[in-house]
């Protein structure tokens, strides 16, 4: 039975799953009825993170732009430009075990495309949430629902996976900001 987090709260992933190295994160969300003339794009991101809390290079973030990080530990498996349909509307697949050692946080981010031209913000999404699952048996072991209302936000730090003693643990992060994908980016180091 998958544990449920509420914002903040932690929880160890490979303390209490001994062999746990292969995960499947998905991403979920739904669209409240708008009628703002344009769809609805939210993307799925990923920050590999040194000790500091940045990036060591843009190679460090995986998006729709670079869906795998060069040592093959995080894989991001597609966009998906609705959100339509039920389950995950995005997933990325990640190896612990091919973590490199500079890395101590993996952050999972979902940005809303052309957010300012379209007039959108999370205030206009309902039913978000991450989950962690063992990709071997898509077990889920870890669900966060987003509950709160983000009503001027155009991109949320969901959660995030950190290495503790040796130990990799899920945090609940669920913070918002303002500018979009650029914003975080500049957060983490990226050359924007």
Known sequence: ???NLSKGQKVDLTKNNPGLSKLLVGL??????????????L???????APNGRVTSDADFVFYGNLKHASGS??????????????????IRVDLAKVPESIDKIDFTVTI????ARKQNFGQVSNAYIRVMDEANHKELVRYD?????????ALVVG?????????????????FQGGLRALGLNYGVNV
């Open 1 to 3: 039975m998958a544990v």
């Open 28 to 41: 979920g969300w739904d669209v409240n009825k708008y009628d703002g003339g344009s769809d609805f794009d």
């Open 43 to 49: 993307d799925a991101s990923v920050f590999l993170l």
């Open 74 to 91: 995080v894989e991001h498996m597609g966009d998906n430009r609705t959100g339509a349909g039920e389950g995950d509307d995005e997933q």
């Open 113 to 116: 495309y052309e957010a300012d």
């Open 146 to 154: 987003l509950g709160e209302d983000y009503s001027i936000e155009t």
């Open 160 to 176: 995030e996976l950190y290495r503790n003693r040796g130990e990799w643990k899920f945090n609940a992060i669920g913070n918002g």
